[in-house]
């Protein structure tokens, strides 16, 4: 029922999901016939202890990373919206009200230079994403940031792109391994990425950034 209903929903406009090696034919003949080529989604699925002291704490001058407060949600929803190309005021702002979530904000001169979240999943880990950052050193130090906001997690569930080299680094750094490469696929047509400021993807199931 609901894969009909996201069918009708959809109708003729450009759809992707993202498939096991071993499923891509499968989803080939789904519909799903057009690959990236240029980058996986690479899934982290953790359970253990998470070595966050191990990620700089050393911001670039005249940045701050604080939590999000009401002031700053315009600030952070522009910043969203020219990054994912669309308006998604709608899902951020029931995410802000949600209680398990908690949302950090990096401000220079008072501009949104990128944003994180994090919250607890199913099996008590942290399940980081969206982080978004305009620098690789402001992105490693909100994934640690928000990190120790959940000391007590049990794990780290986060899916990043191959092709965001410092996304995967800041990962590796705690001696996390990879769990899975998804390939991305699409019904018509690739969608073009800026990658250099996604270090985690909002939702790997449901959104390409």
Known sequence: MLVVAGTQHVGERNTGTNASKELIR???KEGFGVIEDSWNVIEY???GELRYQL???KLPDGVQIQC???NNFDSMLEYDRALAGYDRK???DIICKENNTKILIALKDGACIGYGMIKRNIFDAARVGPLYADDSRV???ML???LETMPDAKGLAMSTMSNNLMANECVRKMGIPVYNNLTRMYTKEKILINSSRIFAQFDADFSPV
């Open 45 to 47: 699925e953790y359970l």
């Open 139 to 141: 992105a490693e130090v």
């Open 144 to 146: 640690r940031k928000l």
């Open 26 to 28: 499968a989803t080939c």
């Open 55 to 57: 990620l700089t704490e």
């Open 90 to 92: 709608h899902i951020l």
């Open 68 to 70: 999000l407060k009401e």
